[in-house]
């Protein structure tokens, strides 16, 4: 695997962590939940680490030809897609859906409207997590299309970013009131069935429908080595879902059922992503390494933002 697809892998991962995080917070305010008091501070210390995404993204823009097959050849694409695929195009939009994210970010935790800032923010969030879902993972196989994915994906964006929210918080010293993180729980159970259903409903389209382009997509990714890590990823969610069904689940129930859904959300992109060539030890450094310092801004972010220590704690 060469650099410039390790990067690739960490950005779109990163970036969905973010992006969903901008939706939690957005669905929190807009119907005014008290579940979200004991994520808040983690969902918006990942979205405001946006623009160090912008900076992983102006490096891949230098490696656009290695990571996309449209870029050295669209002679047999379907002109319109040909042209909206054009690299000028591609880099504005991208450049676009992560400014629109961070201004989101920014106005969402200054601002004191904030059911007003949610509501817009989501009709603008909308598009551009679908959207991107579809230029920065789905074009890397132009031939094929489906008008579910960008759903599928966003959910799956949303997923890893209430997962990983839940597991930093039930980490720290400070308890979080037992009401609120039952509402996280059920949370965190529906993403995890809506999901599942999203992407199983995806597959039985496509093969019903049995159209070469869109059944040639799941055939690449149903070798041996494939199905065993797809089969290793729903195990992981089947075992998350049987933890988090009781109702009222314990502290340790929640840590381990989050942990299990973070790792089947990370194991899953890497079966659709699929990347080009064996894991190499200095790719494997270099997500780390990226990994890292996208933890190290992160953790700075959380320093200087509010805790909502009281409003968790808080009974509703």
């Given at each position: 695997?060469?650099a410039?697809?390790?990067?690739?892998?960490?950005?779109?991962?990163?970036?969905?962590?973010?992006?969903?995080?901008?939706?939690?917070?957005?669905?929190?305010?807009?119907?005014?939940?008290?579940?979200?008091?004991?994520?808040?501070?983690?969902v918006e210390?990942?979205?405001?680490t946006l623009?160090?995404?912008?900076?992983?993204?102006?490096?891949?823009?230098?490696?656009?030809?290695?990571?996309?097959?449209?870029?050295g050849?669209?002679?047999?694409l379907?002109p319109?897609r040909a042209?909206?695929l054009?690299?000028?195009?591609f880099?504005?939009?991208?450049a676009?859906?992560?400014?629109?994210?961070?201004?989101?970010?920014?106005?969402?935790?200054?601002?004191?409207?904030?059911?007003?800032?949610?509501?817009?923010?989501?009709?603008?969030?909308?598009?551009?997590?679908?959207?991107?879902a579809?230029?920065?993972?789905?074009?890397?196989?132009?031939?094929?299309?489906?008008?579910?994915?960008?759903?599928a994906?966003?959910?799956g964006?949303?997923?890893?970013a209430?997962?990983?929210?839940?597991?930093?918080?039930?980490?720290?010293?400070?308890?979080?009131?037992p009401?609120?993180?039952a509402?996280?729980?059920?949370?965190?159970?529906?993403?995890?069935?809506?999901?599942a259903?999203?992407?199983?409903?995806?597959?039985?389209?496509?093969?019903?429908?049995?159209l070469?382009?869109?059944?040639?997509?799941?055939?690449?990714?149903?070798?041996?080595?494939?199905?065993?890590?797809?089969?290793?990823?729903?195990?992981?969610?089947?075992t998350?879902?049987?933890?988090?069904?009781?109702?009222?689940?314990s502290?340790?129930?929640?840590?381990?059922?989050?942990?299990?859904?973070?790792?089947?959300?990370?194991t899953?992109?890497?079966?659709?992503?699929?990347?080009?060539?064996?894991?190499?030890?200095?790719?494997?450094?270099?997500?780390?390494?990226?990994?890292?310092?996208w933890?190290?801004?992160?953790?700075?972010?959380?320093?200087?933002?509010?805790?909502?220590?009281?409003?968790?704690?808080?009974?509703p």
């Amino acid at each position: 695997m060469s650099a410039m697809e390790a990067l690739y892998i960490v950005f779109v991962l990163l970036a969905g962590v973010a992006m969903g995080s901008l939706v939690v917070l957005m669905i929190g305010h807009l119907m005014n939940e008290h579940w979200l008091a004991p994520v808040r501070a983690e969902v918006e210390a990942a979205a405001l680490t946006l623009p160090l995404l912008l900076l992983l993204g102006l490096v891949l823009a230098f490696g656009l030809g290695e990571l996309f097959p449209w870029v050295g050849s669209r002679a047999d694409l379907p002109p319109a897609r040909a042209s909206y695929l054009s690299p000028g195009f591609f880099m504005v939009r991208s450049a676009a859906y992560l400014l629109i994210c961070i201004g989101l970010a920014y106005w969402l935790t200054h601002t004191r409207h904030l059911r007003r800032a949610s509501a817009i923010g989501l009709a603008l969030l909308t598009p551009v997590m679908t959207f991107s879902a579809y230029d920065w993972v789905l074009s890397r196989e132009p031939y094929w299309w489906s008008s579910l994915f960008g759903f599928a994906f966003a959910l799956g964006q949303v997923l890893a970013a209430l997962a990983s929210a839940i597991l930093i918080t039930l980490l720290k010293t400070e308890p979080a009131s037992p009401k609120r993180m039952a509402s996280l729980e059920r949370a965190l159970l529906i993403l995890l069935l809506l999901t599942a259903w999203t992407w199983f409903a995806q597959f039985l389209i496509v093969w019903l429908a049995n159209l070469p382009h869109e059944v040639a997509w799941y055939l690449d990714r149903s070798d041996d080595g494939n199905l065993a890590l797809l089969g290793a990823s729903y195990a992981l969610m089947l075992t998350a879902i049987v933890l988090l069904v009781p109702s009222g689940v314990s502290r340790k129930g929640m840590l381990v059922g989050s942990a299990l859904a973070l790792l089947h959300h990370g194991t899953h992109m890497i079966w659709v992503l699929q990347p080009r060539g064996d894991f190499s030890w200095f790719a494997l450094g270099l997500i780390l390494a990226v990994v890292a310092l996208w933890t190290g801004v992160y953790v700075a972010v959380m320093r200087v933002r509010p805790t909502y220590v009281e409003e968790a704690t808080e009974e509703p």
